[in-house]
C-alpha cells in the first residue's frame, strides 16, 4: 500500500495563478482532509470531506476550493493565488471507525511569488 | 470554539524523561491525540487518549484529565531521533469528523 499520495511535492506560482493539488489514498478510507502548515506553526484545516460525495469548510476555507472526485481522490484548487497561501499542504485520510487516527501524505511546499 | 495549547519548545538530555503538556478548550470532547513531525516530514500518529489515564506505548504514554482539560505526552529514555515536533489534537463537536491541532510544541534533545 503506498498510503497517502501527493502531486506535485514542490510547486512555484505566481500571483494569479491557478492549480490543482492533487490526493489520493488507497486505504479505503472514508474520510479525506487538506491542511496548510505555516512555518513554526501547527496544522489548519482548510477542507474536508467525512464520506464521498460530501465536503465542508474547515478553519480557513478562503481563496480554496476542494472536489471530491471518488473515495479515493481529494483535490484541492487554487483559482487565483496568492502569496498568503504560499505554505505546506498536506492532505490526510481516516477510516469511519477510528476517527481519532489520520494518516497524512508527504505534503507538497507551495510558493507563491 | 476550540483552542489548544502547548509549549513552544522544550530541551531535554539523551536518556532523560520529557513531558509535554496541552491544554484543551472544547465545546464537546472526543478525546485526545498526539502527533509527531519530524523536520520536513509528515506528522505521523503516534498516541489516543478517549478516557481519563494513562496510555502507554513503548517508550511514549499519554495522559488524560477531562476534569482538568489537560494531558500530556512523555516520552523516556529520550533518543536523538525523537527530536522532532509534537501535536496535541481535538475532535469537533460537529460528529468529530473535524479535527482542531494545537501549535505544536519543538523537542530538542541534547547529547
Known amino acids: 500500500n503506498a498510503g497517502v499520495t501527493q502531486t506535485p511535492k514542490f510547486q512555484v506560482l505566481k500571483t494569479g495563478q491557478s492549480m490543482t493539488l492533487q490526493c489520493a489514498q488507497d486505504?479505503?478510507?472514508?474520510?479525506m482532509y487538506w491542511y496548510r502548515q505555516d512555518p513554526g506553526m501547527g496544522l489548519r484545516l482548510i477542507y474536508y470531506s467525512a464520506s464521498e460525495g460530501t465536503t465542508d469548510k474547515g478553519e480557513v476555507p478562503n481563496g480554496y476550493n476542494v472536489s471530491r472526485l471518488n473515495k479515493r481522490e481529494f483535490s484541492l484548487r487554487l483559482e487565483s493565488a496568492a502569496p498568503s497561501q504560499t505554505s505546506v499542504y498536506f492532505c490526510?485520510?481516516?477510516?469511519?471507525?477510528?476517527?481519532?487516527?489520520?494518516?497524512f501524505g508527504p505534503g507538497t511546499r507551495l510558493t507563491v511569488t | 470554539g476550540q483552542s489548544l495549547e502547548q509549549p513552544s519548545e522544550v530541551t531535554a538530555v539523551e536518556g532523560a524523561i520529557v513531558q509535554i503538556n496541552c491544554t484543551y478548550q472544547t465545546s464537546g470532547f472526543y478525546g485526545l491525540s498526539w502527533y509527531q513531525q519530524h523536520d520536513g516530514g509528515a506528522p505521523t500518529f503516534l498516541s489516543y487518549n478517549g478516557l481519563d489515564g494513562l496510555e502507554e506505548t513503548g517508550r511514549f504514554s499519554s495522559f488524560l484529565s477531562r476534569s482538568d482539560s489537560y494531558g500530556y505526552l512523555l516520552l523516556q529514555e529520550l533518543q536523538m531521533k525523537d527530536s522532532a515536533s509534537y501535536f496535541c489534537?481535538?475532535?469537533?463537536?460537529?460528529?468529530?469528523?473535524?479535527?482542531?491541532f494545537g501549535a505544536g510544541t519543538r523537542l530538542f534533545v541534547k547529547a
Open positions: 486505504m479505503n478510507h472514508n474520510s
Open positions: 490526510a485520510s481516516r477510516t469511519g471507525t477510528e476517527l481519532y487516527e489520520q494518516y
Open positions: 489534537a481535538v475532535r469537533d463537536h460537529d460528529g468529530g469528523f473535524k479535527t482542531i
